[in-house]
C-alpha cells in the first residue's frame, strides 16, 4: 500500500474581508487513503471553509493542498480534478427540484467519457445499493429527508470519486434516518475503498470514523 496521504494541507490559509475573518489559519491536516475523518467543532470554526478547499470549491488565501502528492496549484483544471475525483454531499441535499431521483443521479455524467447507457445502469445499481429503487422518477419534493440524502449520496459516487467530502449531511434529519445515513456512508466507503472527510455534529459518528479532527478558531485543535 501506498504511504502517500490521498490529501495533504500544508499551513492551509483562508481569510476573508482582508484578513479580519480568519476561516482557516495555518492547517496542516494528512488523511490516508482510506481513512474515515471526522471534523468537529462550533459553527463558524472553518469547518465547511476546510472541506471546500479540499474539494477545491475555493482557492486558499495562501498554504497548498496535495492529492496524492500533487500540488493543487498545479493542476490545470480543477472542475475536472473535481469531477474525477471528489463527490459532494451536502445538509441540505442540493438536488434538482424539477428532476426525477434518477436524473438527479446522473446530473454529473453530463460532460464526461462513457456511454450513457453505462451511466445509468451504474446509477441504477447506486440507487438499489441505497434503497430507492423504487424511487426513481420520483421528484425531491415527494421524498422523505432521508430519502432526499441517499439520492445525494448516489449522486455523490455515480463518478465513482476516491474521496466523499460530506458536510453536515445528517444535520436535516431525524434520529433514525440520520443513523442509516452514516451507516451506508461507512458500509459504501469500506466497500468501494473510499476516503471520507466529514462535518458533523452527529454524536453517532465516532462510531464510524477512524478519527476525530477537533477545529478551533479556524486551526486544527489538541484533540
Ligand atoms: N464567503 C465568505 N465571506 C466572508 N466570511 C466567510 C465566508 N465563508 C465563511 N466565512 C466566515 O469564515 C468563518 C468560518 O466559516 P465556516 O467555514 O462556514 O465555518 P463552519 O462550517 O465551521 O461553521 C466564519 O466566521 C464565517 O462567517
Ligand atoms: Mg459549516
Known sequence: MST??????????LHFDAGRTRALDGIDLEVAEGE??????ASGCGKSSLLNLIGALDAPTAGERYFRGQPYSVMLDLADFRRRHVGFVFQSFHLIPTL???????????????????????????????????????????????ERQRAAI??????????????????SLDSANAAQVLDLISDIRRERGLTVVMVTHDAGVSAHADRLVPMRDGKVAAP
Open 100 to 146: 426525477g431521483v434518477l436524473d438527479n443521479v446522473l446530473v454529473p455524467t453530463i460532460g464526461t467519457p462513457g456511454r450513457s447507457a453505462v451511466h445509468r445502469a451504474r446509477a441504477l445499481e447506486l440507487l438499489e445499493r441505497l434503497g430507492l429503487a423504487d424511487r426513481l422518477q420520483h421528484f425531491p419534493a415527494t421524498l422523505s429527508g432521508g
Open 154 to 171: 448516489a449522486r455523490a459516487l455515480i463518478n465513482k470519486p476516491d474521496l466523499l467530502l460530506a458536510d453536515e449531511p445528517t444535520g
Open 36 to 41: 474515515f475523518v471526522a471534523t468537529v467543532g
Open 4 to 13: 502517500t496521504p490521498i490529501f495533504r494541507a500544508e499551513r492551509l490559509t
